[in-house]
């Protein structure tokens, strides 16, 4: 597997270049990223990764790598994330790690399969060095455009059954049209959105800034599902205004652990500034519940997400808790503002004033921006297959359109960059007439993700939480390089450097987790060497990698007694001692992972007639004709799907390639 | 090994008993003494079906082993052979039970015995076998049937397969389903699984040839469903409450994963840890009312035993209303067991009767002997006949009398699963038995009647009381009992689901609190197996919980 890679990239290398070269002689693109944003960053560089000529569209260049909310990248389960995207090449990771101002790793006791890191960025070195990489990103140009309709070939093809569209280009505001035969629309909360404060609303992306109207109409016209979803966010305070001094203060670690796996350390490791506790008090509930009846956004029964909700919808669902906490957020070195997570809301703004000043510390504080609810279209994500393009089946389907971010209803940064960074190197894939890169439930929450909202859609706005994961185990913040690079490079969308920085990552690991299955002793041996634990002498070697699976041994104390292990990258060595600490549960998880591989690579058409196989009820040819799933696993994990209907389709489903063995823990399957 | 054991010793005891009958009263009070097991043998046997905890003893080895030496409970994943009944239930005479996967010949190994000529040798593939089916801890002979092994890729599946042609009754399939629930590599196949395999293998020919529906064998989804429909609304209620119990023990930990950062209250993993282990007690509780669930299903199995010559194959026939067994006053004429089906009180009741017990060199009737304890050590119920004018023969005075049958009586019904019927009374002497009728009060209470099954003195008392004690026993009253209503696990289905349910609880349990991921895959697990009865565990119960029961968000 190794040679062969080893073989064939050199190969893409070429193609790439090749390709390139001749591209950019043309004035048309091949793919075309709607939107700014955290999806349209990605998106946009990775669709230039594969080599195909990309072009950024977006309303204002310096709202490029805007962070519309909260000044934070990262969480349990985001972090993963954004980790999996940096192995996929992508930027927010390495953006991060120059724009952060205070790292931590949260869930830190917990184990590593819990571990989220999360850092607070300043907004304004986030900007800055999100369009620097941009701005000298090969296979990329980038323009301020504001993007009216998409330009679709309606032309039959008399092969299919349904007639479909393919997409030509997209037609700006001023009326110019651009060539592009992928389009990747990510515009996040900008589709008709529509911002409500108090009882006014008026339409907006975000605060003064003008929605994408003409878009949404455009997918409506094509038939696309479109439903409405809220979000908020609190209002912004003047720092000075703020008495920290009763406050608890949250310290960023020493040691900050940097997101990308090509960076050692993070930018500004030696300066980084706090964060504040405070609190809710009865009066602010007090004055929410007295002025409910003021907020037009509260009382419509659009879905909110309810891991994030406004202070309003706490306030009403905890009626008997008397205090919700709160976190002052700093929003860069030379910003006066602060974010107060926590306090979204879209109470009348001369409500918000005395509302935010029942809190501890907020007593004399100055607002700058208001708080506001936003509501806005999203497209049910039904409609799209694990590449995040549209389905090529009905009419409503257009061939060349790819969806990434909040426009497919989740809600979140990472969740955004995510679907951009699939979004975008398949889109760049297509170009190229090149197979796609599908990730499934079993190669990272990016898989999970995807793979939950193509089966199920949002309900509500979809965040990642590593409950949603089966593998959680398996699919660690730690590993996210040794799941997903090589899957990366062998589609040609991780650079020379990454894939470099890569293989000498992974030869370490194996080198390592050699040394500690190598190094064994008897009880009588390890008490010896001055190595206590419970065992009795029972002459068993027995090797540091169970040692630590059993539980018996840290990693410091081992440390000493192999010296070689000083020399080691010591974040190899804690990967290798994650999974020996883990060994025994993903020796079992493996099991689950091989049937799930199984599953998935029993390949259906989506293009089935269901109403031609037999031994399924209506409902369920309903739901399939719906979903369209492509394959016997996403059957399985299907709503309403019965064992019977599972068989009924397995006589028409295709084996691809038998999986291969499950690459978990990777390297020991590469060391072997 | 505990069972073969218990075993033993109870053909021990009934040995001793019954030759004691015939002997001097001191004797038989020794005999009594010398009871060293409080428990009767057969109730320790029950066990090996249905433990106290719920696990059936020989299963019990999964527990507590969990974190010892980093063994693991084994997920469903990992226990890749599979079994399960591929005909119809209960519509022909013979059975087939399909195993499929790697341990098949492991399996083969513990639970097909062959003649002993043959019993070494691996067996060859397509060729049936006469053999013997048997459980693969007690030894015991659940059924004598024919085993096939097809060797993988030819057969079905792809894989191995091994496929028992074993007698369709209910009560033999149950256990020999059972049996092999208590292998640790195997397990109840999911529906369609076997279809499944076939199409992986390229098999798929084979299953349109066949027809699809068929071979989704008799565990399919809708069947589930329907059996999930049929169950008593108790059941039903129980299952659904079991559901919410366990997504909300889920969520608590779960958001301890996920929200670390968040506002959630101290406690709430003690809190988990508390309604698991209320969980755990509540399926073990359902599990132990297996047993009873089978019996409705699969009829009670009586059984009639005691000393020859007292009256065994006259109750038998008293109880079928016709000469089914052979009386006359020879001791040991009955030699073999003897079955008939009965409905006594609206309870299906399978009645055997079996050859008396003692001591004798005649082979044929030795045979006879060991059947007999068989039976008795498996049956859920039985009748102890003795002869009343034995017992008083060997006496010297009416105290002395009341004291044995008391001593007796003392002895068998430790077990509460013994009756004990004084057989012959009106062979006794007016004024002997009217001495005795002030004792016999005491021992009605306590399951014992005397009665004549010649002149029928008695008898119709004795039924009354049996059926009631019957109806009482196996849930037929509308009363509930002093424990509460409990529903019963009627289907072998669910219990396979909630013993593993149970073992993943326990592993959750065993966790330590420090590690909170890896105590959330042991109850990931359990809610898979649970979701298994009860419909799919979805990860949007879980956050539907979590975000109900904690506020989240910032």
């Known amino acids: 597997m190794f040679t062969s890679a080893r073989r064939r990239i050199p190969h893409f290398a070429r193609t790439t270049?090749?390709?390139?070269?001749?591209?950019?002689?043309?004035?048309?693109?091949?793919?075309?990223?709607?939107?700014?944003?955290?999806?349209?960053?990605?998106?946009?560089?990775?669709?230039?990764?594969?080599g195909a000529r990309t072009l950024l569209?977006?309303?204002?260049?310096?709202?490029?790598?805007?962070?519309?909310?909260?000044?934070?990248?990262?969480?349990?389960?985001?972090?993963?994330?954004?980790?999996?995207?940096?192995?996929?090449?992508?930027?927010?990771?390495?953006?991060?790690?120059?724009?952060?101002?205070?790292?931590?790793?949260?869930?830190?006791?917990?184990?590593?399969?819990?571990?989220?890191?999360?850092?607070?960025?300043?907004?304004?070195?986030?900007?800055?060095?999100?369009?620097?990489?941009?701005?000298?990103?090969?296979?990329?140009?980038?323009?301020?455009?504001?993007?009216?309709?998409?330009?679709?070939?309606?032309?039959?093809?008399?092969?299919?059954p349904h007639p479909w569209a393919s997409v030509t280009g997209v037609r700006l505001e001023t009326g110019d049209t651009i060539r592009a035969s992928q389009v990747i629309i990510c515009t996040g909360t900008f589709l008709s959105g529509e911002i409500h404060i108090g009882m006014k609303r008026f339409p907006a992306g975000r605060m003064n800034e003008a929605p994408s109207v003409g878009l949404s109409g455009s997918l409506r016209a094509a038939g696309f599902k479109l439903g409405r979803l809220q979000t908020g966010t609190p209002a912004r305070i003047l720092k000075d205004s703020i008495d920290f001094s009763r406050l608890e203060e949250q310290l960023g670690e020493t040691e900050p652990v940097p997101f990308s796996y090509i960076n050692s350390g993070v930018d500004n490791a030696r300066k980084q500034v706090s964060c504040y506790k405070t609190t809710t008090t009865p009066l602010t509930h007090q004055i929410i519940q007295d002025n409910l009846h003021l907020s037009c956004h509260i009382q419509e029964t659009k879905k909110g997400?309810?891991?994030?909700?406004?202070?309003?919808?706490?306030?009403?669902?905890?009626?008997?808790?008397?205090?919700?906490?709160?976190?002052?957020?700093?929003?860069?070195?030379?910003?006066?503002?602060?974010?107060?997570?926590?306090?979204?809301?879209?109470?009348?703004?001369?409500?918000?004033?005395?509302?935010?000043?029942?809190?501890?510390?907020?007593?004399?504080?100055?607002?700058?921006?208001?708080?506001?609810?936003?509501?806005?279209?999203?497209?049910?994500?039904?409609?799209?297959?694990?590449?995040?393009?549209?389905?090529?089946?009905?009419?409503?389907?257009?061939?060349?359109?790819?969806?990434?971010?909040?426009?497919?209803?989740?809600?979140?940064?990472?969740?955004?960059?995510?679907?951009?960074?699939?979004?975008?190197?398949?889109?760049?894939?297509?170009?190229?007439?090149?197979?796609?890169?599908?990730?499934?439930?079993?190669?990272?929450?990016?898989?999970?993700?995807?793979?939950?909202?193509?089966?199920?859609?949002?309900?509500?706005?979809?965040?990642?939480?590593?409950?949603?994961?089966?593998?959680?185990?398996?699919?660690?913040?730690?590993?996210?390089?040794?799941?997903?690079?090589?899957?990366?490079?062998?589609?040609?969308?991780?650079?020379?450097?990454?894939?470099?920085?890569?293989?000498?990552?992974?030869?370490?690991?194996?080198?390592?987790?050699?040394?500690?299955?190598?190094?064994?002793?008897?009880?009588?041996?390890?008490?010896?060497?001055?190595?206590?634990?419970?065992?009795?002498?029972?002459?068993?070697?027995?090797?540091?990698?169970?040692?630590?699976?059993?539980?018996?041994?840290?990693?410091?104390?081992?440390?000493?007694?192999?010296?070689?292990?000083?020399?080691?990258?010591?974040?190899?060595?804690?990967?290798?001692?994650?999974?020996?600490?883990?060994?025994?549960?993903?020796?079992?998880?493996?099991?689950?992972?091989r049937l799930f591989s199984e599953d998935e690579s029993l390949v259906l058409d989506p293009n089935i007639d269901y109403s031609n196989v037999e031994g399924l009820s209506s409902e369920v040819r309903e739901r399939l004709a719906l979903i369209r799933p492509t394959s016997i696993g996403a059957v399985r994990r299907m709503e309403g799907m019965t064992p019977t209907s599972m068989v009924s389709l397995l006589r028409f489903a295709k084996r691809t390639h038998r999986p291969e063995p499950v690459d978990i823990p990777a390297q020991e399957m590469l060391a072997s | 090994m505990f069972a073969r054991t218990a075993t033993g010793q109870y053909r021990l005891l009934i040995h001793t008993g019954s030759s004691v009958c015939f002997a001097s009263n001191s004797r038989l009070v020794t005999a009594v003494h010398s009871r060293a097991c409080p428990t009767p043998g057969r109730h320790i046997n029950l066990c090996s079906l249905v433990g106290s905890s719920g696990l059936p003893d020989n299963c019990r080895r999964y527990r507590n082993t969990a974190q010892s030496e980093q063994k693991l409970v084994l997920s469903d994943a990992q226990?890749?052979?599979?079994?399960?009944?591929?005909?119809?239930?209960?519509?022909?005479?013979?059975?087939?039970?399909?195993?499929?996967?790697?341990?098949?010949?492991?399996?083969?190994?513990?639970?097909?015995?062959?003649?002993?000529?043959?019993?070494?040798?691996?067996?060859?593939?397509?060729?049936?076998?006469?053999?013997?089916?048997?459980?693969?801890?007690?030894?015991?002979?659940?059924?004598?049937?024919?085993?096939?092994?097809?060797?993988?890729?030819?057969?079905?599946t792809g894989e191995d397969v091994l496929e028992l042609h074993v007698h369709s009754g209910r009560a033999v399939l149950s256990s020999i389903l059972n049996a092999l629930s208590c292998l640790p590599?195997?397990?109840?196949?999911?529906?369609?699984?076997?279809?499944?395999?076939?199409?992986?293998?390229?098999?798929?020919?084979?299953?349109?040839?066949?027809?699809?529906?068929?071979?989704?064998?008799?565990?399919?989804?809708?069947?589930?469903?329907?059996?999930?429909?049929?169950?008593?609304?108790?059941?039903?209620?129980?299952?659904?409450?079991?559901?919410?119990?366990?997504?909300?023990?889920?969520?608590?930990?779960?958001?301890?994963?996920?929200?670390?950062?968040?506002?959630?209250?101290?406690?709430?993993?003690?809190?988990?840890?508390?309604?698991?282990?209320?969980?755990?007690?509540?399926?073990?509780?359902?599990?132990?009312?297996?047993?009873?669930?089978?019996?409705?299903?699969?009829?009670?199995?009586?059984?009639?035993?005691?000393?020859?010559?007292?009256?065994?194959?006259?109750?038998?026939?008293?109880?079928?209303?016709?000469?089914?067994?052979?009386?006359t006053n020879v001791p040991g004429t009955t030699r073999d067991v003897l079955e008939i089906s009965l409905d006594i009180g609206g309870l299906p009741v399978v009645l055997a009767d079996t050859a008396g017990l003692r001591e004798t060199e005649d082979i044929v009737e030795k045979t006879g002997i060991e059947r007999a304890t068989d039976r008795i050590n498996t049956a859920d119920l039985s009748l102890f006949v003795l002869s009343l004018p034995d017992l008083v023969n060997g006496g010297s005075s009416q105290d002395s009398i009341s004291k044995n049958i008391d001593s007796i009586l003392a002895s068998e019904i430790t077990s509460d699963n013994i009756y004990v019927l004084l057989n012959k009374r009106d062979l006794l002497p007016t004024e002997t038995y009217e001495r005795l009728e002030s004792g016999l009060q005491k021992w009605n209470i306590r399951g014992a009647w005397a009665i004549s099954l010649a002149t029928g003195e008695g008898t119709r008392e004795f039924l009354e009381k049996f059926e009631q004690i019957l109806k009482e026993r196996y849930g037929l009253v509308d009363e509930p009992t002093a424990s509460g209503p409990r529903p019963l696990v009627s289907n072998a289905r669910h219990s396979v689901h909630l013993e593993t349910a149970l073992r993943f609880i326990n592993a959750f349990l065993d966790t330590s609190d420090a590690d909170v991921i890896l105590a959330a895959e042991e109850l990931r697990y359990a809610a898979q197996a649970v979701g298994k009865i009860t419909g799919h565990i979805d990860v949007d119960d879980v956050l539907d919980v979590i975000f109900r029961d904690f506020c989240i968000g910032k």
């Open chain 2, 185 to 327: 590599y195997c397990r109840l196949a999911e529906p369609g699984e076997f279809t499944r395999r076939a199409f992986a293998a390229g098999r798929m020919d084979l299953t349109q040839v066949e027809g699809l529906k068929d071979l989704i064998n008799a565990e399919t989804e809708s069947q589930r469903k329907v059996a999930l429909q049929a169950t008593a609304g108790q059941l039903r209620g129980w299952l659904t409450q079991l559901r919410t119990d366990i997504i909300k023990c889920l969520g608590h930990v779960e958001a301890l994963i996920d929200f670390s950062e968040e506002d959630i209250e101290e406690g709430i993993l003690d809190d988990a840890k508390q309604r698991a282990r209320d969980i755990a007690r509540h399926i073990g509780e359902q599990l132990s009312n297996f047993r009873r669930g089978e019996i409705m299903r699969s009829g009670l199995q009586l059984a009639i035993f005691g000393p020859p010559n007292v009256g065994k194959s006259s109750l038998f026939n008293f109880f079928a209303q016709r000469e089914a067994a052979i009386v």
């Open chain 1, 305 to 593: 997400p309810r891991y994030c909700p406004s202070l309003e919808a706490k306030v009403m669902r905890f009626p008997q808790k008397d205090h919700h906490r709160i976190w002052l957020e700093p929003e860069g070195y030379d910003s006066d503002l602060i974010y107060p997570n926590g306090l979204s809301c879209s109470m009348p703004e001369e409500v918000q004033i005395p509302l935010y000043r029942s809190v501890p510390g907020l007593e004399n504080a100055v607002l700058v921006k208001p708080a506001y609810g936003v509501e806005y279209d999203h497209v049910d994500a039904r409609e799209l297959r694990p590449t995040l393009e549209t389905k090529r089946i009905k009419a409503i389907s257009i061939k060349g359109l790819f969806l990434a971010g909040q426009i497919n209803g989740t809600t979140g940064y990472e969740e955004a960059a995510a679907q951009g960074t699939i979004a975008g190197i398949n889109a760049g894939l297509a170009v190229l007439h090149r197979p796609p890169l599908i990730l499934t439930r079993a190669d990272g929450y990016v898989g999970v993700m995807i793979d939950d909202l193509i089966l199920k859609g949002a309900e509500e706005p979809y965040r990642m939480f590593t409950t949603r994961s089966e593998y959680r185990l398996t699919i660690r913040s730690d590993n996210a390089d040794l799941r997903l690079t090589e899957k990366g490079r062998l589609v040609g969308a991780i650079s020379d450097t990454r894939w470099s920085h890569f293989l000498s990552t992974r030869n370490e690991i194996i080198y390592v987790t050699e040394i500690l299955k190598s190094f064994s002793h008897s009880p009588h041996g390890w008490r010896k060497l001055g190595v206590q634990f419970d065992m009795r002498s029972d002459g068993i070697r027995r090797s540091v990698f169970e040692l630590l699976n059993r539980g018996d041994v840290t990693l410091d104390v081992i440390k000493p007694l192999i010296p070689e292990l000083a020399t080691m990258d010591p974040r190899s060595v804690e990967r290798v001692a994650i999974d020996a600490q883990y060994n025994a549960h993903l020796r079992r998880q493996e099991a689950d992972l």
């Open chain 1, 57 to 160: 569209l977006t309303q204002k260049l310096d709202t490029i790598g805007e962070l519309s909310c909260n000044p934070s990248i990262g969480g349990i389960g985001k972090g993963t994330l954004v980790r999996e995207v940096d192995a996929l090449d992508g930027v927010c990771g390495r953006v991060t790690d120059k724009a952060g101002i205070h790292f931590v790793m949260l869930n830190r006791s917990r184990g590593a399969a819990g571990w989220g890191p999360r850092a607070q960025v300043d907004r304004k070195l986030y900007k800055r060095h999100m369009q620097e990489t941009l701005h000298n990103y090969p296979n990329l140009d980038i323009r301020a455009a504001s993007v009216h309709d998409l330009v679709l070939d309606h032309t039959v093809d008399d092969t299919r």
């Open chain 1, 17 to 50: 270049r090749t390709y390139a070269s001749i591209a950019s002689t043309s004035t048309a693109y091949d793919v075309c990223v709607i939107g700014g944003g955290h999806a349209g960053c990605e998106a946009a560089a990775g669709a230039a990764r594969t």
């Open chain 2, 79 to 156: 226990r890749q052979t599979i079994y399960a009944l591929s005909t119809p239930p209960g519509k022909a005479g013979i059975a087939v039970i399909r195993i499929s996967g790697p341990d098949a010949l492991r399996l083969w190994r513990s639970v097909v015995q062959l003649k002993k000529t043959k019993q070494e040798s691996l067996p060859e593939p397509w060729k049936f076998y006469r053999c013997r089916v048997v459980h693969p801890e007690s030894g015991e002979v659940l059924d004598e049937g024919l085993a096939v092994y097809f060797k993988g890729p030819r057969s079905f």
